[in-house]
């Protein structure tokens, strides 16, 4: 096994076990603070959580520095949320790791659709599947910043402070709320976030058994774009039959959008392929709440669907609402599309695809012009390198089970700013949470026995990199 020794993986439990009830109390302490990112907030909340994270850190005594970092949002004076910037230096060739995670949270939701109250913590006991904490963050992501700083106490512990691993720890505070100034801040703290290996937790493992990292993410490109065929609304009585109205012309184009059987049908899309791992109909029923009727669409593997292809979906249509709906013919309709682009697809090249096609396609010889777009990269991690193989290791060890490598159909534009940013990083994305926990919905939990065993692979991880040095 690379870098990893059989006692390293004793110790690293024996420390876990002892420190993991007084961890969850400190866990407990960062749920109640309801740091949120948006406008609508409370902005000292964030500030407060920021202070809080940093005390955490700022008392392991491994640190040259803890620091509360700003950084300016684009275009604009205003600063982003505090962000946690901790770093010692590396030595004697050992490599230097960057632990993210972020310290903000989705905001509550509706209230009365929690069992219990979003920002107080509540443990429940399940002997069969395991205990959670719920709380809003539980899982996202203050157990993320829970899991690195207790495998910093436990490496501690075990190596006493002296020891090669360089450890840059950075917990952003606005990662729900889209990360508005975090291009700018790791452009603004290059230097100090200078790393080998990017460790982020702030993802899932396959279920509550099989640990993974997340190796790709797919990217998003969404277009706004409106349909004209008339220059003013017709009564539907005098022209109707003639004069094809925008509605028409739009329900039309839009069907062109996926073929019979659901494959998105605009050409120059990549198409991907995911790890081979059993996931079945019947799982994806169970997952998605699919009514029982209802086929599925596309063909071939599902994970293959979700994880490495494109997806399309009509998000909005902005046309009179049947409230008041009245027999006239509409003379332009405004449409949002959404598509998920696989990995090894960069989304300027999707979106002249989409255009290409909504040109193309548009009937009847109606206008169609395009408005607000939004582009995220997909992600995809190279696996064949060694902070992958000891990741994998670790998290075989701490789970005793084989770790995986899965794909998240959905985008987390961050991680492609790290990576343009950090190009020779290698990036570990790893997660605290599983399929259950239920993350920006109501009822967030972390499972306790996942978040120990992340806390393992952590410590396990570290260690195995620390050896890594010459000296
Ligand atoms: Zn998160």
Redesign the pocket.
């Known amino acids: 096994m690379p870098n990893l020794k059989a006692n390293d993986v004793e110790a690293a439990s024996r420390q876990v076990d002892r420190l993991f009830e007084s961890q969850l109390e400190t866990l407990k302490a960062l749920v109640r603070i309801p740091g949120i990112a948006w406008d609508a907030f409370d902005a000292s909340n964030l500030e407060a959580s920021a202070a809080a994270v940093a005390d955490l850190f700022e008392t392991t005594g491994l640190f040259e520095s803890v620091e509360i970092l700003r950084a300016e949002k684009p275009g604009s004076e205003a600063f982003g949320a505090p962000a946690v910037v901790a770093h010692r230096p590396a030595r004697n060739g050992a490599p230097q790791v960057l632990l993210y995670a972020?310290h903000d949270v989705q905001p509550p939701g509706d209230a009365s659709l929690w069992n219990s109250t979003p920002f107080e913590p509540v443990l429940v006991a399940d002997p069969i599947f395991g205990d959670r904490m719920f709380g809003r963050g539980a899982a996202?992501?203050k157990a993320g910043i829970i899991a690195h700083h207790t495998a910093l106490l436990s490496v501690r512990e075990i190596l006493g402070k002296d020891f090669d691993l360089g450890i840059t720890l950075f917990v952003e505070g606005e990662?729900?709320a889209g990360s508005p100034s975090f291009r700018n801040f790791l452009e603004k703290y290059q230097l100090r976030l200078e790393a080998d290996v990017i460790v982020v937790a702030?993802s899932s493992n396959f279920s509550t058994t099989i640990p993974a990292i997340t190796t790709t993410l797919r990217g998003l490109v969404s277009q706004v774009f409106e349909i004209r065929t008339l220059d003013h609304a017709l009564h539907s009585g005098m022209y109707g039959g003639v004069v094809p109205d925008a509605m028409l012309a739009m329900v039309r184009l839009l069907a062109t959008l996926h073929d019979e059987v659901g494959h998105v049908a605009i050409s120059g899309l990549h198409q991907g392929h995911a790890s081979e791992l059993p996931y079945t109909e019947a799982e994806l029923r169970a997952d998605s709440g699919l009514l029982p009727n209802t086929e599925l669409i596309g063909t071939g593997s599902i994970l293959d669907r979700i994880w490495a292809r494109p997806s399309l979906t009509i998000i909005g249509i902005d046309t009179p609402s049947v409230a008041v709906s009245s027999n006239t013919m509409q003379p332009v309709v405004r449409a949002k599309v959404s598509m998920r682009i696989a990995p090894g697809q960069d989304p300027e090249s999707a979106l002249e695809a989409l255009r290409a096609h909504l040109e193309t396609n548009t009937p009847f010889g109606a206008q169609i012009s395009f408005g607000e777009i939004e582009m995220g990269s997909p992600f995809e991690a190279e696996t064949d390198q060694w902070a992958h193989a000891l990741m994998s290791k670790a998290l075989s060890h701490a789970y005793a089970a084989d770790s995986v490598d899965i794909g998240i159909g959905g985008s987390i534009p961050f991680i492609a700013d790290l990576k343009e940013v950090f190009a020779g990083a290698q990036i570990l994305v790893t997660g605290v949470e599983d399929p259950d926990s239920r993350?920006h919905s109501p009822n967030e939990s972390v499972h306790l026995p996942t978040l120990k065993a992340a806390m393992t692979a952590e410590t396990l991880f570290l260690l195995g990199a620390n050896a890594r040095a010459q000296g």
């Open positions: 972020h996202d992501d990662e729900e702030d993350a």
